[in-house]
């Protein structure tokens, strides 16, 4: 009996210090101070997707806070980067929305770019269809 005891406190101080050593080597001995930066920029523009109509049509809004009233275009590429819409906009509050058909586009970039500043801004939208089947077989 006496035996069994020592074996056994035996085991648990050998556990005990096998968990204290592995905690203590996991710890990190120094630790560099974090540091953080604000490298965040102020976007004036905003673009939305709305989801698909009620005419399969992916719906896009387009909004730029332009308080000065100063000349921006507005470009939209697709996925071969060719140009498929180019206006060119002074409006202080614009939001315009698009359309586009839902078979024909998977990739559209919104290029915003300030004429006067040359500041410019571009927002890719890409777009995947997922089809999911279930298929459910219960015996009673």
């Known amino acids: 009996m006496k035996k069994q005891t020592i074996v ?18 996991s710890a990190n001995a120094s630790v560099s101070p974090v540091r953080a930066y604000d490298i965040s920029t102020k976007s004036n523009a905003e673009v939305k997707y709305s989801g698909i109509d009620k005419n399969q049509l992916h719906t896009i809004q387009v909004k730029f806070n332009n308080p000065s009233g100063a000349s921006f275009n507005l470009i939209i590429k697709d996925a071969n980067n060719e140009m498929i819409f180019k206006g060119n906009y002074t409006d202080k ?21 300030e004429v006067k500043s040359k500041k410019s801004e571009q927002y890719n939208v890409s777009f995947e269809t997922i089809s999911f089947e279930n298929a459910v077989i219960s015996k009673n």
């Open 93 to 113: 509050d614009f939001s315009k929305t698009f359309k586009f058909p839902k078979d024909e586009s998977s990739k559209l970039s919104f290029l915003i770019e």
């Open 8 to 25: 056994t406190s035996v085991k648990r101080i050998v556990f005990g210090s096998v968990v204290s050593s592995l905690m203590f080597l």
